[in-house]
């Protein structure tokens, strides 16, 4: 029986977690879930999201009880800064889409060590769809291995972001005249970029770190990259956990950058 190294422990229990997941949001979804507006803005949570979260709380940290734990159902507390390993959760990453009976919804879920991602796995559910990674490994669905687009001309290129990041502020010269999609989950954005079925994702907000923190893995190990909005790599666990937007692509990632303000 093969011996498993650290990492590919730690994504197997992601895995595993991740089905558990998906089969508890499966039984709110279309199911008229209770649903709250959140303070501040932050846009609205539902009775699946917190359960889900309570379980990946549950399963993770009996698992792994020396890894600090950043969810977005869940408080923060400084006490994850001086772990060595994190979680780093969104339980439900699309949550308007669950709400609306969209299938774009993903649990996204990840493991950070001194500020870089070394296992994640982002599932849909409902698409039946099992993005994973490990740090040095590789990136796959379902099993099968997967890689990001190579460069191309941008005017040919396909970029999931939303109208906001087409505003002309943020770009240094004429908006690149890339095709645009969208796709509520940023995490589920991240994931297309990895597969390949885009050349490129943008968000150009601030952007919390369990959004992205999966994905970003995701992407890199498919051969994609990642920065924030101005090429810096980004990295995670921090006191605020949020960084300055994500930019993830292959090929057309420098031209992406390039092109900003």
């Known amino acids: 029986m093969p011996v498993l190294n650290s990492g590919q422990k730690d994504l197997d229990l992601l895995i595993d977690a991740a089905r558990a997941a998906g089969d508890i949001a499966r039984g709110y979804f279309n199911a008229s879930p209770e649903v709250w507006e959140k303070s501040g803005g932050q846009g609205p949570v539902t009775e699946a999201d917190l359960r889900v979260n309570e379980q990946l709380s549950t399963d993770l940290q009996s698992a792994r009880p020396d890894y600090g734990w950043l969810s977005e159902e869940t408080e923060d507390s400084p006490a994850r800064l001086s772990t060595n390993n994190q979680f780093i959760i969104d339980p439900i990453d699309g949550t308007r889409a669950f709400i609306e009976g969209s299938k774009d919804w993903a649990h996204s879920i990840a493991i950070a060590k001194n500020g870089i991602v070394t296992a994640a796995v982002i599932y849909l559910p409902m698409r039946d769809a099992m993005y ?48 645009r999609a969208f796709r509520s989950s940023l995490a589920y954005r991240l994931a297309l970029v990895a597969q390949g079925q885009f050349d490129g994702m943008l968000t150009l907000r601030p952007t919390w770190e369990w959004d992205v923190a999966a994905g970003a893995l995701i992407v890199t190990e498919a051969g994609g990259a990642v920065s924030d909005q101005t090429g810096l790599t980004p990295v995670f666990n921090n006191p605020y956990p949020q960084i300055n937007g994500m930019i993830a692509a292959g090929g057309i990632h420098p031209k992406l950058v390039a092109a900003l303000t």
């Not at 099993?143 to 999931?160: E, R």
Request: no cysteine; charged share 15%.
């Open 132 to 179: 994973t990674a490990t740090l040095g490994k590789g990136a796959a669905l379902n099993g099968t291995p997967i890689n990001a687009l190579p460069d191309k001309a941008i005017a040919t290129a396909t970029v999931l972001s939303s109208k906001l990041n087409i505003d002309p502020k943020f770009w240094a010269g004429p908006v690149p005249p890339f095709k």
